[in-house]
């Protein structure tokens, strides 16, 4: 099996821009082997404010673990998941 590759559009997703996945947060839910976390951009600074929409964003850090389901890219509701094999 190649490398799994998975993407998170974050002009849909994430940075502020369409969907705050704080708010979402489906694919952190329904993905059995936990590959996505949710955290503050790596540009999020001690001052900022952690409330701030911006600097939310979803990353698949696990895409070894990933069995191909295809759960999350079937329930997130912006289709803003891409998985490649
Ligand atoms: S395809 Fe399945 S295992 Fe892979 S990231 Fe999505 S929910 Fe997780
Ligand atoms: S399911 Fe889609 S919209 Fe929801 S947090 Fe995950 S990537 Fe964002």
């Not at 099996?1 to 329904?30: A, F, H, Q, W």
């Not at 701030?52 to 912006?78: A, F, G, N």
Request: proline share 9%; aromatic share 8%; hydrophobic share 30%.
């Amino acid at each position: 099996m190649g490398k799994i590759k998975i993407k998170i559009d974050y002009s849909i997703c994430g940075d502020g821009n369409k969907i705050d996945p704080r708010d979402c947060t489906i694919c952190l839910k329904i993905c059995e082997p936990a590959i996505f976390l949710l955290h503050p951009s790596l540009k999020f600074q001690k001052e900022d404010d952690p409330y701030d929409p911006k600097i939310w964003r979803v990353t698949p850090v696990y895409p070894s673990l990933c069995t191909l389901c295809m759960k999350c890219v079937e329930q997130c509701p912006e289709n803003a998941i891409r998985i490649r094999n």
